[in-house]
């Protein structure tokens, strides 16, 4: 599990100008949606090429937070990535951001239907549960997925971040719901990627500029005090 460490410099910039630590320190569950990214076995399963070990150990923590969220009537959306289809859509990627026999394994190992594809098997997934596959980094950038359409027709508005990686794909997908006016929360420790250096640097410049960044046991008060304030309304 990665050593949380957000920068004091943006805790402080932040705290001076919202007088407060979390912007969205009482969320609707009813209109929250929890974003898990990627927990795929090309992202997840020992010997794959583009493993990151860490995300392992988040599994029991995204679990918990799906749990809660489904108990207070939240919606969960399991988000993988897809290949099908990307090979000329996204050629510069492949051909130049890639060696070729890279490219090729990446292509080859999330088609529909290959093992990097399929859900890693302890993702607590449930019937209720959304399963939507993306074809870029972020799962909101035009072309990649229908999620916004899945979540606006559900009057989703604020978003839990949770998957793997940190600083790819999460982020990615979390600064562009941020700015197609989603309230969007990174969840720390239900997030991973390869060192605690690029994991706590996507942690900082997130947060106070795009959204918020909270635990689990701080996302799930959040889902907590938000219950309450809407009882009392």
């Known amino acids: 599990m990665h050593k949380i460490a957000i920068s004091k ?3 402080d910039r932040l705290q001076m100008r919202l007088g407060k630590l979390h912007p969205f320190d009482a969320i609707d569950p009813r209109r929250t949606g929890l974003i898990v990214v990627d927990m795929q076995n090309y992202f997840v399963k020992q010997g794959h090429q583009s493993e990151i070990p ?6 029991p923590n995204i679990n918990r ?3 809660e969220l489904r108990r207070r009537g939240g919606h969960v959306v399991w988000v993988r990535n897809g290949t099908d289809d990307t090979r000329r859509s996204w050629s510069n990627y492949h051909d130049f951001l890639q060696s070729p026999d890279r490219a090729e394994r990446r292509l080859k190992s999330m088609e529909i239907g290959a093992d990097g594809y399929e859900f890693w ?4 997934i449930r019937p209720e549960d959304a399963q939507i596959t993306k074809k870029r980094y972020s799962a909101f950038i035009q072309g990649s ?3 916004e359409r899945h979540l606006r027709n559900r009057g989703i508005d604020t978003l839990l971040i949770a998957g793997t990686a940190t600083n790819v794909c999460c982020e990615s997908t979390a600064r562009d719901a941020m700015m197609l006016n989603f309230k969007v929360i990174m969840v720390a420790d239900g ?10 640097a996507t942690l900082s410049s997130f947060y106070g ?3 918020d960044v909270q635990t689990v ?16 309304a």
């Open 121 to 124: 098997h302890l993702n607590d």
């Open 209 to 211: 500029q795009f959204g």
């Open 9 to 11: 410099a943006t805790v």
């Open 65 to 67: 937070l799906a749990a």
């Open 145 to 147: 997925s229908d999620i």
């Open 217 to 232: 046991d701080e996302a799930m008060q959040s889902l907590e005090r938000g219950d309450k304030k809407q009882a009392a």
């Open 54 to 59: 860490a995300a392992r150990e988040i599994v």
């Open 191 to 200: 997030l991973a990627t390869h060192t605690d250096e690029e994991h706590n």
